[in-house]
């Protein structure tokens, strides 16, 4: 099968539930202490969350943009070479991003639909494979580059690949450009904003901002989401047919 993808017995979420599992992710994103886990943690540590994040179900609370922002800042001069030089720690994010949604898209492949047909818990919301469905069924395969800069987004499409059976060779594709993209380009993007002096004493705000930034998409398509809803309500009630 190519981008079209098929997923059964979704539950239907509402926009309250949306919300608070946007803001639920975005509080831990902005309190968890990223400089102080890698400088104790170094390369594995960065390695293991990366690929958490994009392989493991469990994995999408945890840090994606800023943690990969602060890496590269850690790998600067500025950031006095706490990491290995950026080609090296770009080359660790790069690998484990691929990796994980490698996992991602088998562990998808194996176990199918019947994930989805679980009872929501604290660590496995169904709204967020309806949002990777969703998501990817507006962008094809290139859901999968673009999934990389959102939260949740990026833990689920992958997996939603595989669910549909995706063409293992487009999906290794878009695999490995969305990981280099993603992974090397921010990255290299903390590596060369660390040097600015006002970014480099501010690296906590810095954070937050990455954070902010990467929840734009999630509030556009959350808006999106709304508008679409309302759309649809209307034109139901002005085409249901008029009882006597």
């Known amino acids: 099968m190519g981008g079209t993808l098929a997923v059964h017995a ?28 890698l400088s104790t943690g170094g390369l594995a540590l960065l390695a293991a969350i990366v690929f958490a994040e994009t392989g493991l179900l ?24 706490v990491l290995p030089s950026l080609p090296i720690t770009a080359l660790v994010v790069f690998v484990s991003a691929v990796l994980g949604d490698q996992v991602g898209y088998l562990f998808g492949l194996r176990v199918g639909p019947s994930l989805f047909n679980r009872p929501g818990s604290r660590l496995f919301n169904p709204l967020n494979a309806v949002r990777a469905q969703a998501f990817f069924d507006r962008r094809g ?5 673009l999934a990389r800069f959102i939260p949740i987004v990026r833990t689920f499409v992958p997996i939603i690949a595989g669910v549909g059976r995706m063409r293992y ?14 992974g ?61």
């Open 141 to 145: 395969p290139s859901a999968l580059v």
């Open 58 to 81: 469990i994995g999408f609370f945890l840090p994606g943009d800023s943690l990969l922002f602060m890496a590269g800042f850690l790998a600067s001069e500025a950031g006095g070479h």
């Open 169 to 182: 060779r487009t999906f290794l594709t878009y695999n490995i450009v969305g990981g280099a993209v993603w």
């Open 184 to 244: 090397i380009g921010v990255t290299t993007l903390g590596y060369f904003l660390g040097e600015v002096e006002i970014v480099k004493h501010n690296l906590e705000l810095a954070a937050i901002v990455i954070v902010a930034i990467s929840l734009i998409p999630i509030a556009v398509e959350f808006f999106r989401s709304r508008r679409e809803h309302g759309a649809h309500v209307e034109h139901v009630d002005t085409t249901a047919p008029e009882h006597p």
């Open 10 to 37: 979704l539950p239907a979420i509402d926009d309250d539930q949306l919300a608070d599992g946007h803001a639920d992710v975005a509080v831990i994103a902005a309190v968890i202490d990223i400089e102080s886990w």
